[in-house]
């Protein structure tokens, strides 16, 4: 694939060859020189058009890790401040010889876009409340190594869903892997969109939580309420907080996820963020080495090969 723009247009085979090459990636990651030759001469340029500290920085890193070459954007000191439209600033970057841009816009739809006007590749670290491709597939991956199997989990997702891209790439590849997914939280955040897929729904997190295998709590996105039909933070945290005392309905070998960046005492107490069940951290560990999957085999990588 020349670009990476949504886990809805990936098959399943397409997700297990990133895991399986993350696998071997991690292997690098677990090395005292984090350093392979594979991708020496090529170059990846980061372009944020919203913050970013995990995905922005994992993807620097796993390109250094594979010795390719990086470029990062940041919008708020480019000449995208004297008025340079988005197009113009990419095909400026793709002159100077970029073969793959990682693009994060608050407006859905603006990866897709660029793709389709560049010779270079794409991949979308997330475009306004469209989707968020590389968090599923890091998530999944996270998963798959914990419990060594996807299909047939049950899989809460608790929280802002309605704004939530992180929600829809999630459900789209649980989905395609087999797994049975659950979404909770208050019916002002959840989607009429959910509609056409193939997820239960409820508005009570113990029917969401109970016999669960993963508990996966999304943040409440303030930045993008804007109509205020939105319950508070209080009433929030009431209803729908993950704490040690709610996860107790879970299966006993329960895991807890949470793509960052989290609100303590929200979504989340600190207790259950903080305790062995979570897996916040691998996560984040995971997603240089699914980055490093992902540069691989979308630069010229086979999937059937070593890349080490
Ligand atoms: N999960 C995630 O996308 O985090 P960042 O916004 O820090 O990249």
């Known amino acids: 694939r020349k ?11 397409e997700i297990e060859v990133v895991i399986e090459t993350a696998l071997s ?12 030759p594979t991708l020496r001469g090529r170059t990846i340029c980061t372009l944020f058009y ?35 439209s988005l197009l113009d600033t990419v095909k400026t970057l793709e002159a100077m010889g970029i073969d793959l841009f990682i693009i994060r816009h608050s407006a859905s739809g603006v990866p897709s876009f660029i793709a389709k006007n560049i010779k270079a590749g794409v991949i979308n670290a997330g475009d306004g409340m469209h989707e968020h491709p590389t968090q599923a597939l890091l998530d999944v ?3 798959y190594e914990k419990k060594g199997k996807l299909e047939g989990l049950k899989i809460a997702i608790v929280g802002d869903i309605f704004h ?57 996105q303030l930045e993008r309420q ?57 996560q984040v560990t995971n997603g240089v080495a699914v980055r490093m999957a992902l540069l691989y085999l979308m630069l010229g990588g086979k999937s059937d090969e070593n890349p080490v």
């Not at 670009?3 to 085979?13: A, K, M």
């Not at 990636?25 to 392979?36: G, H, N, Q």
């Not at 913050?51 to 000191?77: C, G, H, Q």
């Open 3 to 13: 670009d990476l723009i949504g886990i809805e247009e990936l098959s399943r085979e």
């Open 25 to 36: 990636m991690k292997d690098i990651l677990k090395r005292p020189i984090k350093k392979v």
């Open 50 to 84: 919203e913050p970013s500290t995990r995905t922005r920085s994992s993807f620097e890193l796993a390109a250094k890790y594979l010795s390719a070459d990086t470029v990062s954007i940041a919008t708020a000191t480019s000449s995208v401040q004297k008025g340079e």
């Open 141 to 143: 991956f996270t998963v």
């Open 164 to 220: 939530s891209r992180v929600a829809r790439s999630n459900i789209y590849a649980w989905n395609k892997l087999g797994s049975n997914v659950i979404l909770c939280g208050p019916p002002t955040l959840i989607p009429p969109y959910i509609e056409n897929l193939n997820v239960k729904v409820t508005y009570d997190l113990n029917e969401a939580i109970e016999d669960a295998d993963i508990i996966y709590v999304l943040r409440l």
């Open 226 to 282: 804007k109509r205020g039909l939105f319950p508070t933070l209080r009433e929030y945290h009431m209803f729908y907080g993950i704490n040690q005392e709610r996860i107790k309905k879970a299966k006993k070998d329960v895991l807890v996820m949470h793509p960052g960046p989290m609100n303590r005492g929200v979504e989340i107490s600190s207790e259950v963020a903080d305790s062995l069940i979570s897996v916040i951290n691998e």
